[in-house]
């Protein structure tokens, strides 16, 4: 079983040292064995990358989809219980619990009826993707994405006539 604080922290992420007082909200206990290990939203300073186990055609070139919150259940804008909502909002299958955002406002979500962890989205045609088998293999595979610099690129020197 990961680490998951150990991993958020690989991630530079630096947990609150002041526990959230508040209990966690009702949720699927697949959801609440993930989102104890941090109880606040985590906003991502950096670009959080992952490559999922399962392809789903919205990958970048590099085959990766982005992470970037974790909700938290302190009352924010990144709440966990007003992002279930909007997913209830959006008619998402009612085993998808959310527990993180992805770009163009994509819900990471963990599944009550097989535990894996899915893509669903708004505003395509298929909607689900399934991503991982199990929540560690999506901690896992979480890591920030390396900066574009010269390493991979190529000067090609052009001469130009006007």
Same mark, same amino acid.
């Given at each position: 079983?990961?680490?998951?604080?150990?991993k958020?922290?690989? /991630?530079? %992420?630096?947990?609150? !040292? @002041?526990?959230?007082?508040?209990?966690?909200?009702p949720?699927?206990s &697949?959801?609440?064995?993930?989102?104890?290990?941090?109880?606040?939203s985590v906003?991502?300073?950096?670009?959080v990358?992952?490559k999922?186990?399962y392809k789903t055609?919205l990958e970048?070139?590099?085959?990766?989809l982005? /992470?970037? %919150?974790l909700w938290? !259940? @302190?009352?924010?804008?990144f709440?966990?219980?007003?992002?279930?909502? &909007?997913l209830k909002?959006?008619e998402a299958?009612?085993?998808?619990?959310?527990?993180g955002?992805?770009s163009?406002?994509n819900?990471?979500c963990v599944s009550?009826?097989d535990?894996a962890i899915?893509?669903f989205t708004?505003?395509?045609d298929?909607t689900?993707?399934?991503l991982?088998d199990?929540a560690?293999?999506?901690?896992n595979a979480?890591?920030?994405?390396?900066?574009s610099g010269?390493d991979?690129?190529?000067?090609?020197s052009?001469q130009l006539?006007f």
């Amino acid at each position: 079983m990961i680490n998951i604080e150990k991993k958020l922290e690989e /991630l530079n %992420v630096i947990l609150a !040292i @002041e526990e959230v007082n508040t209990a966690l909200p009702p949720m699927p206990s &697949s959801a609440s064995h993930i989102v104890r290990h941090y109880k606040r939203s985590v906003l991502f300073s950096e670009n959080v990358i992952f490559k999922p186990q399962y392809k789903t055609s919205l990958e970048g070139r590099n085959g990766d989809l982005s /992470l970037e %919150v974790l909700w938290g !259940i @302190e009352d924010s804008p990144f709440n966990i219980e007003k992002a279930n909502q &909007s997913l209830k909002n959006l008619e998402a299958e009612s085993d998808l619990y959310s527990i993180g955002g992805s770009s163009g406002s994509n819900h990471i979500c963990v599944s009550t009826d097989d535990n894996a962890i899915y893509l669903f989205t708004n505003g395509i045609d298929m909607t689900r993707f399934k991503l991982f088998d199990h929540a560690d293999d999506f901690f896992n595979a979480l890591t920030i994405e390396k900066s574009s610099g010269s390493d991979n690129s190529q000067t090609v020197s052009v001469q130009l006539d006007f």
